[in-house]
């Protein structure tokens, strides 16, 4: 195995780690002192520009498995990866058209507020939290082993020190700094991160002579080349219709996970609103036409040498370290240094999106909405708020630690199907459906998460990866979103028909007219 | 009064027809990336040699990966396009009356 400074502590990482914390603790310090009442720790007062908005929902988003795990994804199983990078992307155009602006209109701080504005306040926040919460540890849970293992991988830290390390960040921007923070760390990663990519991706094409026709004849003359280049080898799914399955959740979580949704009330208006889903859209975009580069180069210059054959003893060499050794290879150590620290910035900015949006759902849709029946002191709210952060932190970090010997890597695909089963039909048939009722949110919602939740325990990634069972697991798709989702609109349509909410149905007229104009 | 005022806005005919544009729009554009994405994932769960002719070295799914992903961007230019536009323009027009 050639020598790879991968693993070990190099002090350009460091430099770089270490700037990227001064500068984000910087503007956690200055953005604490504007953050004092619910708007501004929720929504950073309203007072985000649509741009800054647009690449703070790209920082949201982009998660480093987007980043190392689809170069990685390509490099090794080939075309099939790039559902990925497409798949991730198609959901905006949802967003935009369908979710953003009766979002923006219609809520104050969550999407809680979106689905019980006609509705029993009550119990339909209730359950939105419920889904919301899940959605959010989920992700924490995935991205917290993810960035425990890629520290120690990168760095040489232990595990457990990059866990806390990451949970104590994260739990600082929040707490102090609150949405305006969280904003600039997003906004900061975003341009780190699709300027990394850029530069690797740059990289890649100068090795090859400025030429796709190079880089691809590359890749085909590997032993493997055929099926590197060839779509349909279902590396990411069991059957055709588990990929089916796959690109729906891909495309409708995205319009489901409330730490995006929650990111529209950043901005002080509709319009704003939608400038933000373009430039997002535009940038996130890019980045994953830039993975279609990156993981190709990786597959023709790193896979065969790192990833075809593992070297004993060194476990978690995967997928994940496709990209850093192309930057090793193509940019020398400080460009893999520079690369290390990126996928940092990036893992924390996505953690402290998503400790925010979980936060909320506790102290605006439990506390203030169920428990207090929307009315709280402004303090007392923020006060919540900022114990739920430390709560969730802490927990994020526990839970980093229990879940540290399992493959976590399924557990983005179900926060994407929960967010798309559990949270986007609710929504959606709330903005839409005048004869949506109270009953049919809460059971819709139910159905969506817990048939996310119990597929995906039946299916092969749970059944026989993690649990190791040795029967035959009782669910064939790793993907359950064709499923769960599905029976979330039936559900939803059903209870509707079978119930009847004359307040709710009364109150449409006047919803469609705010959703449309705003106030 | 306010509510006279909300009363006379959800009848203004121009209004409403401004409403019912918006709506197909965001119809016709949601099928548009509806309909292109599972087309593509369609083919490439059920027939996936559609998608292996050759480009070069390169096979075709790759354009039409990338194609997709810029599709999407154009989609939503379209739509801000006209929402931040000739949309928000009627709308302040018909507010300020």
């Known amino acids: 195995m050639p020598a790879t400074q991968l693993g070990q502590l190099s002090p350009v990482a460091i430099a770089f780690f270490f700037v990227f914390i001064g500068v984000t603790l910087g503007i956690t310090y200055w953005a604490a002192r504007k953050t004092k009442t619910t708007s501004e720790f929720y929504a950073a007062g309203g007072g985000i520009s649509g741009f800054q908005n647009g690449l703070a929902l790209a920082g949201d988003y982009m998660s480093a498995a987007s980043f190392l795990g689809i170069a990685g994804l390509v490099a090794t199983g080939g075309y099939d990866g790039l559902i990925y990078s497409v798949g991730y992307l198609v959901g905006w155009p949802i967003v935009m058209f369908l979710i953003a602006e009766p979002l923006r209109n219609l809520g104050k701080y969550t999407f809680a507020d979106v689905v019980a504005y006609r509705l029993q306040q009550k119990p339909v926040k209730t359950m939105a939290a419920v889904g919301s919460v899940t959605t959010v540890i989920i992700y924490l849970i995935a991205q917290m082993v993810g960035a425990g293992s890629l520290i120690k991988l990168m760095f040489g830290l232990k595990y457990e020190y990059a866990l806390i390390a990451v949970g104590i960040l994260m739990i600082a921007y929040v707490l102090f700094g609150g949405m305006l923070a969280t904003t600039w760390v997003q906004i900061i990663k975003a341009v780190l991160l699709i300027g990394g990519a850029t530069v690797l991706a740059l990289l890649v094409l100068n090795r090859f002579g400025w030429s796709y026709g190079n880089l691809f004849s590359a890749v085909a003359k590997l032993p493997n080349g055929d099926a590197l280049l060839t779509p349909g080898h279902y590396k990411v799914a069991t059957s055709p219709f588990d990929l089916v399955s796959l690109a729906l959740g891909l495309m409708f979580g995205t319009a489901g996970l409330p730490h995006i949704l929650m990111r529209f009330y950043t901005v002080p208006d509709a319009r704003e609103a939608r400038k933000s889903v373009f430039v997002a859209t535009g940038f996130i975009g890019y980045f994953y036409i830039l993975t279609f580069t990156i993981g190709y180069g990786a597959a023709a210059l790193v896979a065969a040498k790192f990833l075809a054959k593992p070297a004993p003893g060194t476990p978690g060499m995967g997928n994940n370290v496709a990209a850093p050794l192309l930057a090793e290879i193509l940019g020398g150590g400080p460009f893999l240094g520079f690369l290390c620290a990126v996928a940092f910035a990036t893992i924390l900015a996505v953690v402290a999106g998503l400790t925010l949006a979980g936060a909320s759902a506790i102290s605006h849709d439990l506390y203030a909405g169920v428990m207090k029946g929307g009315v709280t002191d402004e303090k007392t709210e923020v006060g919540v708020a900022k114990i739920a952060t430390v709560a969730l932190g802490v927990i994020a970090i526990l839970l980093g630690l229990l879940f540290k010997e399992v493959n976590v890597a399924f557990m983005v695909g179900l926060a994407f199907a929960v967010a798309a089963s559990a949270n986007f039909p609710a929504l959606l048939m709330s903005v839409f459906w005048k004869k949506f009722t109270t009953q049919a949110a809460v059971a819709s919602m139910a159905v969506g998460l817990a048939s996310a939740v119990i597929l995906i325990v039946l299916s092969p990634t749970v059944w026989t990866d993690v649990f190791h069972f040795a029967s035959a697991p009782p669910v064939p798709l790793k993907n359950p979103a064709l499923i769960s989702m599905t029976l979330a609109f039936l559900t939803g349509f059903i209870v509707s028909l079978v119930t009847r909410d004359q307040n709710a149905e009364d109150g449409f007229e006047e919803q469609q007219m705010r959703a449309t104009f705003g106030l | ?97």
């Open chain 2, 1 to 97: 009064m306010q509510n006279q005022s909300e009363q006379g806005r959800g009848n203004d005919p121009e209004l409403m027809a401004l409403v019912k544009r918006k709506a197909s729009l965001s119809r016709f554009l949601t099928l548009v990336m509806f309909v292109t994405y599972f087309g593509y994932v369609c083919l490439l769960a059920f027939k996936p040699e559609a998608l292996s002719g050759r480009v070069g070295a390169a096979t075709v799914g790759i354009p039409i990966g990338i194609g997709l992903i810029l599709l999407a961007w154009v989609l939503t230019g379209i739509y801000v396009r006209w929402a931040n536009g000739a949309y928000d323009a009627v709308v302040a027009r018909l507010k300020s009356k």
